[in-house]
């Protein structure tokens, strides 16, 4: 089946797990504090808990992804209240977020699972990104180091790989991980066969095309950890002031409907939605247990429909259509992170990182777009609109 009809079930299929997905079957009931840890404050949240695979870590089915995060105060206030799985990356904030995401955490370090990851392209790059991380996040160990933003295969070389066992043997990291934007038909299917794989770090939304429920099952069940990343699709700031569709996603919680979402899969360990404030923490902490139901499946289709000339799936069908070389997913994505998170400076920064001939490239010189998204993205404005915004 194409991609293009497989989305025409959406609804009846894209917002619906499976009857056997319904329940959560690696859930556990919020258990009282570990000997040494911190007690909870009275009123806290009632977590649901879940093993993350074979690492048999223990970790609330919300966790914290930091990566546009810059007030520390909201990290450590999370954890206070029980959320037990933060994650970063070298790169976030030009290594400034690992700074900031060590202090938050500082001496709660034996109360959560911590997970960073590297660019490196080498062993010897990598594994000296990973003590740069522990020096940044003032420990001698994380659970979790990814190699990080993979999409093919062979992005994965042995080198790397080597990096990642050299690390857990050195005791500087527990686990092994890769983590992954696009590409996971192959990929992941690819990971879950691999023994030097403990976790899996992989893009799952409401928006993402219905094999991503199949790879992320196969791989859960060869016993890897599942940790869902862009969970929320690009969040709700896209469109014109005044829209009362875009009033309406805010106003009925478009957000926590996606969250909603992607936490009733059952092979799913962990989740790291950006919160950037108080508010964002307190609203996922609030409906995170609450069951998704028919209002939230009315809002995200409403959702799909305002974001569909916009967000990317990140199915990868626009691999080699650009006249140009450009890579459009990964300029779709930079473009979300200006107008759907308002993270211009994070966006800008990825996209000044591309090859110098994609950054002076420019889609007017083309007499027409040869890409075609299957989703109905308008490719051409998009990648127009990145120009726009983020080229010297």
Not at 4 to 27: H, V, Y
Not at 256 to 269: I, Q
Not at 364 to 376: A, E, F, H, I, K
Request: proline letters at 5%; aromatic letters at 6%.
């Amino acid at each position: 089946m194409s991609q293009r009809s497989s989305r025409r079930s959406f609804l009846a299929a894209g917002l619906a797990l499976p009857a056997a997905a319904r329940s959560i079957q690696q859930t556990a009931p919020a258990a009282a504090p570990r000997p040494g840890q911190t007690s909870k404050p009275s009123g806290a949240p009632a977590f649901q808990y879940r093993t993350l695979g074979g690492t048999g870590l223990k970790v609330t089915s919300l966790g914290f992804g930091c990566m546009i995060t810059s007030d520390g105060s909201v990290v450590e206030r999370a954890a206070d209240l029980g959320i037990t799985y933060f994650d970063t990356a070298r790169s976030y904030m030009g290594g400034n977020n690992e700074r900031m995401v060590g202090v938050a955490l500082k001496g709660k370090r034996k109360d959560v699972v911590l997970s960073t990851k590297t660019e490196g392209n080498s062993k010897q790059e990598a594994l000296g990104q990973l003590d740069k991380s522990l020096q940044e996040l003032a420990t001698d160990y994380v659970d979790i180091w990814y190699l990080h933003g993979k999409t093919t295969i062979g992005a994965v070389t042995d080198d790397l790989v080597e990096a990642l066992q050299a690390a857990k043997k050195a005791g500087k990291t527990r686990f092994a991980g890769v983590s992954t934007h696009g590409g996971q038909q192959d990929l992941m299917p690819w990971l879950a066969k691999n023994p030097n794989i403990d976790v899996i770090l992989t893009s799952y939304n409401f928006t993402m095309p219905p094999f991503m429920d199949s790879v992320i099952a196969e791989a859960s069940k060869a016993g890897k950890g599942i940790v869902a990343m862009k969970v929320m699709a690009g969040g709700t700031r896209r469109g014109r002031a005044g829209d009362p569709d875009l009033e309406k996603l805010r106003r009925e919680g478009a957000l926590t409907s996606a969250l909603k979402w992607v936490l009733r899969n059952p092979h799913l360990g962990t989740t790291v939605p950006s919160m950037t404030d108080m508010d964002q923490l307190d609203a996922n902490l609030k409906h995170m247990s609450i069951p998704f139901g028919a209002a939230d499946e009315k809002i995200l289709a409403l959702h799909l429909r305002q974001i569909a000339p916009f967000y990317c799936r990140m199915c990868g069908e626009c691999a080699g259509q650009c006249r140009q070389g450009l890579p459009v997913e990964d300029v779709l994505r930079f473009v979300t992170y200006a107008d759907g998170y308002g993270q211009f400076s994070l966006g800008r920064e990825r996209y000044l990182q591309l090859h110098p001939s994609h950054v002076s490239a420019r889609c007017g010189n083309c007499s027409g777009c040869t890409v075609q998204c299957p989703y109905g993205v308008q490719v051409a404005a998009q990648m127009a609109r990145a120009q726009e915004l983020f080229a010297c």
